[in-house]
């Protein structure tokens, strides 16, 4: 059976790892061949070839999943370089943008680069040109097209770079007749009219899958995705020889492993691609490549980098060496660089189209390499999980390097992963223009139903001055995509360029979607400077949300985005639209760079409560873009005392909860002052509540974790509701002062069923439940904090399902509710019974009844989904199956024929528990919830309080403060006010 062979697959590459584990630290070459030139002219209307316009899936994944190991690798919460924020400086629309190419090749691959006087961008398996206005000059012609060895070949995965210190456009592709690389250069800076040199290198009968070029002192170097299990020793780093190639003479191929490498399926290191006019010297071209710990045969997460040194006159002598490893002491965070246990369908869209690739284990093209006087530059990126805790998150993280003299070592000089709110981007492509500034454009996805994004693209970026580690930019749109991608296959790469004539000028070329046409679009944009006077207030550095006062202090930051210093301009502030406040900047803002200025004049911003909106700006005369002049912020004052309680920390759903389980929540000051000293509280469902003292200081908008002394007893089995509580007195704001959180203490949670083939539930919808994506686990996930109300007395409901498999009717499910709230699903509590999946991707809707006298109020209920035909039996709830998932939810169960008032009087119990201090607690128990009346009566008769009362969950619970009335008998009431129930209370 599939699974089993794929089973025995993945243990032969674990027991290949443990058999040839010993790294090599060098290697010489292990293919060695040339080839020669085949002329072929200029780009005549008459050679142009039409492009297939047929739907085609190129290179249907020549790459194994990246399996990794379950609970292995760092890090275990959020990512610890993460920017979470956007950035603050305004960035400019692109200069221009066009469609570069509109196809239904599946992904395109979109490539592209500019040169001097043209733009040469190619997909699969086409290629055209354009201008550097935007103009078409070559229209979209085949691959085949260029001529000389690549006459009929239209296999893909192109490339195309732009090699400035010879000034002349490269054009790869690869083929299989026989399998080689395709590389053609063209004969000078014209693309259309200088004619190229074009060869065929073969590659040992293996097909070069995902082909990256760079540029390098002694030769053009390709990195591949091949050879995965046998990386170490075979082929996989090409090296042509640059040199004869200019010149269109027999020019030779080298090729190397890269020792000590660690794959599990596809990857794809890189060359350093140098940009700019300046090449390194020959040697010590750089190979690297990222390591993720969650890998077999990773310990810990780092960039390691190979050296190549070629010898063309004896390639023989050649050689590879690892040359570093740069890990957590050398400034590289862990990172989680895996999404999917491997597999290639991750990032969920919105209209219910597939899940796309996050183009996982993948150096994204280009790492570009920059020489500056001092030292070089590289930077790179790659996609990573922000946050493993949750529902799979994309973000790119990014990298410069720095080296401080040629052939030295490489040093991490920053590094950030940006992902600046809850939208995936991946597909990232990053650059270094000639002033240090940094652009990185990438692929935007959202399927929030609310505020949908279809796959668009979207850069930002950072000037060479601001602080490390972040993309400092505001993100601004290239272009927004129309619609999903109808296929899980995205573009597997994409490709941003710097223009060889001004070296500051970024080109992105990447992938959209317009219905099933795959539009592959430019836009151009620059970071740098290129206005001489040019000011702009950038951000507000006070004040900020606080307690504020009747004399603020506002102070800026305003930046220089000209070439030229700039001094004595006018900066202006205004509250809410009223009366401007001017002064004059006396200082002096060097070009590129920043400075802090105070304004003199305070602002009255005295009322609690109130949002103050700042607006600044600058006012120098002649500016060039009146655009980022000008920033508008909303600051608050805040109530000088609110804490609350955000979250419930501990304990969790868990087997055999013991009877001193900790009790720990993360308390926030939402107000404008530090508190200390103020009682927190939790109750478990509606007990007397547990009370203790925060007893630091809690900084104004910060948080704090706080464990309770006392322990929570979860002991029998059955759902806990805790609710945790701040009481601070005079506090501001009650709403945000408690938090709830359902646990449950069951006797089985059957951990350890594996999910990465794609078993189990994947999507999940019962009534108000609503689970998408669903992550594998460890194959159990609670879930119980997400509740619906089923109506027992409506006869059936319906739920819908999703698995990502389904094979020979094997893969069912079963459910079960706990109506008798014991923590332990029986036999005849479960509803459903191994109902097939038998469409995988694909929503099944099954229908299931209640018991007529099911219990009413809140009950666990438990899904399991597996493959049947192997271990673990799939209604046993406690089983483990060897495929599969388990998922715990939470079910209300109401009746909507129950009359409310009979409910009153014929089955509610109302209690009043002394606290102690005079502190009483009224409890009656119900599933209802709604709004009803509790009074409090002398023995007199005389009223003593009246109030509304809330279901809070699990009942109507009031704490009722007796501590100042007289001693005696009273009664309390809970009811409508027609009827209620009544008990009788001794306050002593």
């Not at 990794?68 to 400086?89: C, H, S, W």
């Not at 050398?330 to 895996?338: C, E, K, L, Q, Y």
């Not at 079963?814 to 479960?830: A, P, Q, T």
């Amino acid at each position: 059976m599939m699974k089993k062979l794929l089973f025995l697959f993945t243990f032969s590459i674990v027991f290949h790892l443990t058999c040839f584990g010993q790294k090599q630290e060098k290697a010489g070459p292990v293919y060695i061949d040339s080839a020669k030139a085949v002329l072929s002219g200029s780009l005549s209307k008459s050679k142009l070839v039409p492009p297939s316009t047929e739907f085609k899936i190129y290179n249907p994944r020549n790459r194994g999943i990246n399996q990794v190991v379950p609970g292995k690798g760092l890090p275990k919460t959020e990512d610890p370089a993460l920017q979470n924020k956007m950035g603050e400086i305004k960035a400019r629309t692109p200069i221009i943008t066009f469609d570069a190419a509109i196809s239904q090749s599946t992904p395109t691959d979109p490539t592209g680069v500019a040169g001097p006087d043209h733009y040469v961008n190619a997909w699969n398996s086409a290629f055209s040109i354009w201008d550097k206005s935007g103009n078409q000059v070559v229209p979209p012609a085949s691959l085949a097209s260029i001529g000389g060895e690549f006459e009929g070949e239209i296999l893909g995965d192109p490339i195309v770079v732009y090699d400035e210190a010879a000034n002349r456009y490269i054009i790869s592709q690869f083929s299989d007749t026989p399998e080689s690389f395709l590389i053609a250069v063209s004969q000078g800076p014209d693309p259309v009219n200088d004619g190229w040199y074009t060869y065929r290198f073969t590659t040992n009968a293996v097909l070069p899958d995902y082909p990256k070029m760079s540029v390098w002192g002694d030769g053009y170097y390709i990195t591949t995705n091949k050879n995965s299990r046998t990386a170490d020793e075979s082929p996989v780093v090409y090296v042509v020889e640059r040199d004869k190639m200019l010149q269109g003479e027999t020019a030779q191929i080298v090729s190397f492993p890269l020792p000590g490498i660690e794959t599990n399926g596809f990857y794809s290191p890189a060359g350093f691609q140098t940009i700019g006019p300046d090449l390194p010297p020959p040697g010590n071209s750089p190979i690297i490549f990222l390591q993720d710990d969650s890998w077999a045969g990773v310990n810990e997460d780092h960039l390691k980098i190979w050296l190549i040194n070629v010898d063309w006159n004896n390639p023989g002598s050649s050689v590879i060496s690892e040359s570093q490893e740069l890990s957590a002491a050398d400034g590289v965070s862990p990172f989680i660089a895996t999404f999917d246990g491997g597999s290639f369908s991750n990032l969920a869209q919105p209209f219910d189209a597939p899940d796309l690739d996050a183009l996982q284990a993948t150096m994204m093209y280009m790492t570009q390499y920059r020489r500056f006087a001092g030292y070089n530059s590289v930077v790179m990126n790659f996609v990573v999980d922000v946050d493993p805790t949750a529902a799979e998150h994309a973000g790119i993280r990014w990298y410069e390097l720095r080296q401080q003299s040629d052939g030295g070592l490489w040093s991490v000089y920053q590094e950030g992963t940006y992902a600046p709110d809850k939208r995936d981007r991946f597909s990232g492509s990053i650059g270094i223009d000639a002033r240090g500034n940094i652009g990185l454009a990438y692929t935007v996805l959202d399927d929030s139903p609310a505020d949908p994004v279809a796959p668009s693209l979207r850069y930002t970026g950072r000037f060479v001055n601001d602080q490390l580690g972040l993309m400092t930019l505001e993100e601004q749109s290239i272009v927004e995509g129309e619609s999903p991608d109808p296929n899980s296959r995205y573009g597997d790469y994409a490709h941003l360029s710097i223009d060889p004539s001004d070296g500051v000028t970024f080109w992105h070329n990447g992938e959209v979607f317009r219905g099933n046409q795959r539009v592959n679009k430019v836009g151009v944009f620059r970071i740098a400077a290129d206005e001489p006077n040019d000011i702009g207030v950038t951000s507000l550095l006070t004040p900020q949300d606080a307690t504020l006062t009747s004399s603020e202090v506002i102070s800026v930051r305003i930046r220089n985005f000209g070439t030229n210093a700039q001094s004595d301009f006018e900066v202006s502030y205004s509250i809410n639209g009223g009366p401007e406040v001017t002064e004059t900047f006396e200082g002096s803002i060097a070009a590129s760079s920043f400075a802090e200025f105070t304004f003199e004049q305070t602002a009255d911003l005295s009322e609690i409560g109130e949002i103050y909106t700042i607006t600044v700006s600058t006012n120098l005369e002649n500016d060039s873009n009146p655009e980022n002049d000008t920033i508008e912020e909303q600051v608050k004052n805040l109530p000088p005392r609110d804490v609350g309680v955000t979250s419930i920390d501990a304990p969790s759903t868990g087997q055999s909860l013991g009877g001193t389980e900790e009790v720990t929540v993360t308390l926030e000051n939402f107000g404008g002052e530090p508190q200390q000293g103020f009682p927190v509280t939790y109750q478990i469902g509606n007990n007397a509540p547990v009370r203790e003292v925060f007893n630091q200081s809690l900084p104004v908008g910060e948080e704090a974790v706080f464990t309770f002394n006392q322990t929570a007893s979860l002991e029998p089995f059955g759902r806990y509701r805790i609710t945790a509580r701040t009481r601070l007195e005079d506090d501001f704001d009650p709403s945000n002062d408690s938090e709830t959180k359902s646990v449950a203490n069951l006797n089985c949670i059957p951990e350890g069923s594996d999910c990465s083939f794609g078993d189990g539930i994947s999507y999940f919808e019962l009534g108000d439940i609503l689970n998408e994506r669903i992550p594998c686990g460890d194959g159990y996930i609670d879930f119980i904090g997400e509740s619906t109300d089923l109506d027992r007395s409506q006869g059936d409901f319906t739920l819908r399902v999703q698995s990502y498999f389904a094979e020979d009717d094997a893969e069912q499910f079963s459910m079960w509710i706990d109506l008798d709230d014991n923590g332990v699903f029986d036999d005849e509590e479960r509803l459903i019974t191994s109902e097939v999946i038998n469409r995988k991707n694909t929503w099944l809707s099954f229908d299931f009844s209640l018991p007529a006298d099911a219990p009413l109020g809140q009950h666990l209920l438990r899904i399991r989904a597996g493959d049947t035909r192997y271990d673990g039996d799939l209604n046993d709830p406690c089983s483990v199956m060897q495929y599969g998932t388990t998922h715990d939810y939470s079910v209300n169960v109401t009746d909507s024929t129950i009359d409310i008032e009979d409910f009153i009087l014929n089955e509610a119990e109302l209690a009043v528990v002394t606290v102690g201090s005079g502190q009483y607690r009224v409890i009656m128990e119900t599933s209802f919830d709604e709004p009803l009346r509790i009074t409090v009566h002398n023995v007199l008769g005389q009223k003593m309080l009246e109030n509304q009362l809330f279901n809070e969950g699990e009942g109507y619970v009031y704490e009722l403060d007796m501590s100042y009335a007289a001693r005696g008998v009273y009664l309390v009431r809970v009811g409508t006010r027609k009827v209620g129930k009544v008990v009788r209370f001794i306050v002593k």
